[in-house]
């Protein structure tokens, strides 16, 4: 049974620095990519970043690039989200997910079969 629970939320100011984690079971981390997606009140869910699950490359929604690095440490099965340069606009809960759909971009929330609860991240000014 897969599990994956995000940590690591709060509330900040814009230009700080967050670290989310996502702690995964039942995931095996050769076989699958691992993503965070966010969703602010009344928006739809925002891809924000993956790692993806052959060849580790990594992938970063254009809002995020340049300040948000995704990372994943395979001995504690668990895959980070740093993020920095916080601003307003990063105001959402965010979703840890895992999937492999090869038919599906990684991007896509579609491409993923598993997720989190969530975490609210609150970026104030």
């Known amino acids: 049974q897969v599990q994956l629970v995000e940590s690591g939320g709060g509330l900040v100011q814009a230009g700080d620095s967050l670290r989310l984690s996502c702690a995964a079971s039942?995931?095996?981390?050769?076989?699958?990519?691992m993503g965070w997606f966010r969703q602010a009140p009344g928006k739809e869910r925002e891809f924000v970043a993956a790692?993806?699950?052959?060849?580790?490359?990594?992938y970063y929604g254009d809002s995020v690039r340049g300040r948000f690095t995704i990372s994943r440490d395979t001995a504690k099965n668990t895959v980070s989200l740093q993020m920095t340069s916080l601003k307003l606009e990063d105001t959402a809960v965010y979703y840890c997910?895992?999937?492999?759909?090869?038919?599906?971009?990684?991007?896509?929330?579609?491409?993923?079969?598993?997720w989190g609860q969530g975490t609210q991240v609150t970026v104030s000014s």
């Open positions: 997910s895992a999937g492999h759909d090869s038919w599906r971009s990684i991007d896509s929330a579609d491409y993923y079969a598993y």
């Open positions: 039942g995931v095996f981390f050769g076989s699958y990519s």
């Open positions: 790692f993806k699950w052959s060849g580790g490359a990594r």
